[in-house]
């Protein structure tokens, strides 16, 4: 089994409409999640956290269930410039910040 | 302040040969880390430095793959023999110190092919 799982899409979605992403994690030790966001054959970029209480950032709001293992995105009023690769992200406990990736989710928003 | 800086940013290598990936850290950053990205998947981590120390090479391949990070000069990441499942996306990261991933900012990546 994947650390990090992800459905791959793609997912296909008109401007204006609300998308969510998935992401399941295998280690009940992980500590930290995070958002990522990739654009074709460019580097990761840092999207947001994601916390217990869950967080929002503008059309973005990410949750957290430890208990489910699970975290989600969603995002509202869907831009062209969403569109990209969409990777979930999480820290083991213990030493340092090594990072786990998820295969990623695409995005496609068209007009 | 420039930001992480790899190069070359594609390369090109016949089966057999060495590839070297260089990645150079933000300024002020001591802290190194490598990740592949094949197609279609995720990153993985291969490995993380210190200036002089290789701390977890646990995500290294056991053969032809090494790494350094000397007290001059930028991280090297070193591939022998390059065979065709070698092809892939080179990402390193870089950060002051190891406070957090969200103080991990990375390059833009090496691609390389294998013929």
């Known amino acids: 089994r994947k650390e990090v799982e992800q459905d791959p899409g793609p997912f296909n979605v008109p401007e204006g409409a609300t998308v969510a992403f998935n992401c399941t994690y295998s280690?009940?030790?992980?500590?930290?999640f995070f958002w990522y966001r990739q654009d074709c054959r460019k580097e990761p970029k840092l999207l947001m956290s994601v916390y217990s209480s869950g967080n929002e950032d503008g059309r973005f709001t990410a949750q957290l269930n430890r208990a489910s293992q699970y975290i989600s995105l969603l995002i509202r009023d869907s831009k062209l410039s969403d569109s990209a690769t969409y990777l979930c992200v999480v820290v083991i406990s213990g030493g340092y910040n090594k990072l786990i990736f998820g295969a990623g989710t695409r995005l496609a928003v068209h007009p | 302040n420039a930001g992480v800086m790899q190069n070359p940013r594609h390369l090109v290598r016949r089966r057999g040969q060495e590839a070297r990936l260089r990645c150079s850290p933000m300024?002020?950053?001591?802290?190194v880390y490598w990740y592949r990205q094949l197609p279609e998947e995720g990153l993985k981590f291969m490995v993380y430095?210190?200036?002089?120390?290789?701390?977890?090479e646990s995500g290294m391949p056991k053969e032809r793959f090494s790494a350094e990070f000397p007290k001059e000069g930028p991280s090297i990441l070193r591939i022998q023999q390059v065979v065709r499942g070698d092809s892939a996306a080179y990402f390193c990261?870089?950060?002051?110190?190891?406070?957090?991933?969200?103080?991990?900012?990375f390059g833009p990546g090496t691609r390389l092919t294998v013929l």
């Open positions: 990261a870089s950060s002051e110190e190891d406070r957090g991933p969200d103080t991990q900012y």
């Open positions: 300024k002020g950053h001591s802290h």
């Open positions: 280690n009940s030790a992980s500590q930290s």
């Open positions: 430095l210190q200036k002089e120390n290789i701390i977890d």
